[in-house]
C-alpha cells in the first residue's frame, strides 16, 4: 500500500512556474506508476501526465505538452510535477496518484489529497 502527500501549490502569475512534489511512504513505491491529475472547479478531474516504473515511459496531455514535465526518484520516494509558462486555465487541485501506467483514472489505486494551483492573469 502507498499513502501520497502533495506539496508545493500557490499561487503564481501566468508565464510563471511552479514545481509540485509528491511524498510517497511504502516499501512498494518503485513498482507503481505515477501519475498527475487535476479538477478544476465545476469539472471533471483529467488526467495531466504519467511516468512509468522504468523511468522512461511518459505521457502528457496535450494541454500541457512542452510546458510540464514528470520526474520521478525511486530512492527518495517522490515524483515531481515541473509546471513551466503557466496558464489561468491550469488552475486547478492537483493530484499525485499511484497505480498502473494510463492515462485515465480508473487504473490509479492511491491517491493524495491534492494541492491547490492557481495562476493569475
Known amino acids: 500500500q502507498v499513502q501520497l502527500v502533495e506539496s508545493g501549490g500557490g499561487l503564481v502569475q501566468a508565464g510563471g512556474s511552479l514545481r509540485l512534489s509528491c511524498t510517497a511512504s511504502?516499501?512498494?513505491?518503485?513498482?507503481?506508476?505515477m501519475g498527475w491529475f487535476r479538477q478544476a472547479p465545476g469539472k471533471e478531474r483529467e488526467f495531466v501526465t504519467a511516468?512509468?516504473?522504468?523511468?522512461?515511459?511518459?505521457a502528457y496531455a496535450d494541454s500541457v505538452k512542452g510546458r510540464f514535465t514528470i520526474s520521478r526518484d525511486n530512492a527518495k520516494n517522490m515524483v515531481y510535477l515541473q509546471m513551466n509558462s503557466l496558464k489561468p486555465e491550469d488552475t486547478a487541485v492537483y493530484y499525485c496518484?499511484?497505480?498502473?501506467?494510463?492515462?485515465?483514472?480508473?487504473?490509479?489505486?492511491?491517491w493524495g489529497p491534492g494541492t491547490q494551483v492557481t495562476v493569475s492573469s
Open positions: 511516468i512509468g516504473r522504468n523511468f522512461v515511459t511518459t
Open positions: 496518484a499511484a497505480g498502473s501506467y494510463a492515462t485515465t483514472s480508473y487504473t490509479y489505486a492511491y
Open positions: 511504502g516499501r512498494t513505491f518503485s513498482s507503481y506508476a
